[in-house]
């Protein structure tokens, strides 16, 4: 099996910053996408930033605040969140395309991390 561990999330002033992180670990052959979503209360989870091998696509909403990247080595992606605004808050998962020692390809999520924003 896989699991993903995010940590990070807290509680910020608007024009604050916070970094989220994700590990992966279990069987774990190769991870092909890693990515945050976020789920904020009454609305459906969105995507909100991917790096797909060294690509990386963000929300419009995200563009120019947000930034994305791996450590490949042990399987890890982070969120860099600045300039965060109370329209940020939400509950954030992460995401991950692995492929596993038995080749098969799965999708996983973290349990999620909580990021309030506040006014």
């Known amino acids: 099996q896989v699991q993903l561990v995010e940590t990070g999330g807290g509680l910020v002033q608007a024009g604050g910053s916070l970094r989220l992180s994700c590990a992966a670990s279990g069987s774990i052959f190769s991870i092909h996408d890693m990515g945050w979503y976020r789920q904020a209360p009454g609305k459906q989870r969105e995507l909100v930033a991917i790096?797909?091998?060294?690509?990386?696509n963000y929300a419009d909403s995200v563009k120019g605040r947000f930034t994305i990247s791996r450590d490949i080595p042990k399987n890890t992606v982070f969120l860099q969140m600045n300039s965060l605004k109370p329209e940020d808050t939400a509950v954030y998962y992460c995401?991950?395309?692995?492929?596993?020692?038995?080749?098969?390809?799965?999708?996983?999520w973290g349990q999620g991390t909580q990021v309030t924003v506040s006014s």
């Open positions: 995401n991950a395309v692995v492929e596993r020692w038995d080749h098969r390809k799965s999708t996983y």
């Open positions: 790096n797909i091998g060294g690509s990386t």
